[in-house]
């Protein structure tokens, strides 16, 4: 049982997520950051506009499933932020995922260069 299990209880809530909400909770991992940072983030990597009522709906549900925290940054400026809970859907789905791509040494040893060289 992965943490994500044991924390939410509930395996289903995060691996229900659509891939835009997986894509939030990644970007989040690296740091907290406020709306429009995650939006160029996300539109950086989808190469297209990523548009603020697709964005804030899909942040606010992932605050109301216990996967990231919102604060305020000043009046106009909310920070986003993963919770325990959201880090350990971002673990769950790497071990899911790298359990289906490494089937063997020579791709386990691909996959060990891409995390040494991606920091």
Same mark, same amino acid.
């Given at each position: 049982?992965?943490?994500?299990?044991?924390?939410?209880?509930?395996?289903?809530?995060?691996?229900?997520?659509?891939?835009?909400?997986?894509?939030?909770?990644?970007?989040?991992?690296?740091?907290?950051?406020?709306?429009?940072?995650?939006?160029?983030?996300?539109?950086?990597?989808?190469?297209?506009?990523?548009?603020?009522?697709?964005?804030?709906?899909?942040?606010?549900?992932?605050?109301?499933?216990?996967?990231?925290?919102?604060?305020?940054?000043?009046?106009? /400026?909310?920070?986003?932020?993963? %919770?325990? &809970? +959201?880090? *350990?859907?971002?673990?769950? !789905? #790497?071990?899911? /995922?790298?359990?289906?791509?490494? %089937?063997? &040494? +020579?791709? *386990?040893?691909?996959?060990? !260069? #891409?995390?040494?060289?991606?920091?």
């Amino acid at each position: 049982m992965s943490e994500a299990h044991a924390i939410t209880g509930d395996e289903r809530i995060a691996r229900e997520l659509t891939a835009f909400q997986h894509n939030i909770l990644v970007i989040l991992a690296k740091e907290p950051m406020y709306g429009l940072a995650i939006k160029r983030e996300l539109e950086a990597y989808y190469g297209t506009e990523v548009n603020h009522g697709r964005l804030y709906p899909n942040l606010d549900e992932l605050v109301d499933l216990g996967l990231v925290e919102k604060s305020e940054l000043d009046k106009r /400026t909310n920070q986003y932020e993963l %919770t325990d &809970d +959201g880090y *350990a859907a971002v673990i769950d !789905d #790497l071990e899911w /995922t790298l359990s289906k791509v490494v %089937t063997g &040494d +020579g791709r *386990a040893d691909e996959v060990t !260069d #891409l995390v040494e060289h991606s920091y």
